[in-house]
């Protein structure tokens, strides 16, 4: 039995479908260009304080997934495949202030949103401080 164009339009339809939903979840995570451009506001140099307060929001809020060091090795991160992405790896790093900014504002699957937890400084000074997580 020959198939028939609509079958084949079908069958078409339902792999794209399948295969656009398993890439989703593997991709890596890529914010919008409009975020790229956000300027981070408080500079890390001349306002040490933010980093204080960024390690003090990351360690209570962060860590239990992301690490004590942001390797992606938190506690209720074992669970999760794949793991967080190790911030101190040169991929992550080499995002702008403003895509991490805006990542950690709208999460996405097992990373919480955070807008309305927190405060806009109290963002940046978390990105702030996971500028510091660098390999040593
Ligand atoms: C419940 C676990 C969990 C907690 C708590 C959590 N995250 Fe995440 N985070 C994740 C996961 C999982 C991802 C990867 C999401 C993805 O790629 O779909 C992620 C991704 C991120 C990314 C983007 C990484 C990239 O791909 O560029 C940033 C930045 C980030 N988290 C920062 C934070 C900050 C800051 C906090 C605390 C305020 C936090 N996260 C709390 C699980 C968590």
């Given at each position: 039995?020959?198939?028939?164009r609509?079958?084949i ?13 398993s890439?989703q ?7 919008p ?7 981070n506001?408080?500079k890390?140099?001349d306002y040490?304080?933010?980093i204080e ?7 209570s809020?962060c860590?239990?997934?992301h690490g004590e ?22 991929r992550f ?5 403003g ?11 097992k ?5 309305n ?10 990105v702030?401080?996971?500028r510091?997580?660098?390999k040593?």
């Amino acid at each position: 039995m020959a198939f028939t164009r609509l079958q084949i339009a079908f069958i078409g339809v339902v792999c794209f479908l399948a295969i656009k939903s398993s890439a989703q979840n593997a991709a890596i995570w890529i914010a919008p260009d409009k975020a790229k451009s956000l300027v981070n506001p408080i500079k890390a140099s001349d306002y040490d304080y933010s980093i204080e307060e960024g390690k003090y929001q990351y360690t209570s809020n962060c860590a239990s997934c992301h690490g004590e060091l942001g390797l992606g090795d938190g506690e209720k991160a074992k669970k999760f495949n794949p793991p967080p992405i190790d911030f101190t790896s040169k991929r992550f790093q080499s995002q702008t202030d403003g895509e991490l900014f805006w990542k950690i504002n709208e999460g996405r699957g097992k990373m919480p949103k955070y807008k309305n937890e927190f405060s806009e400084d109290d963002i940046w000074f978390m990105v702030n401080y996971i500028r510091t997580l660098t390999k040593k």
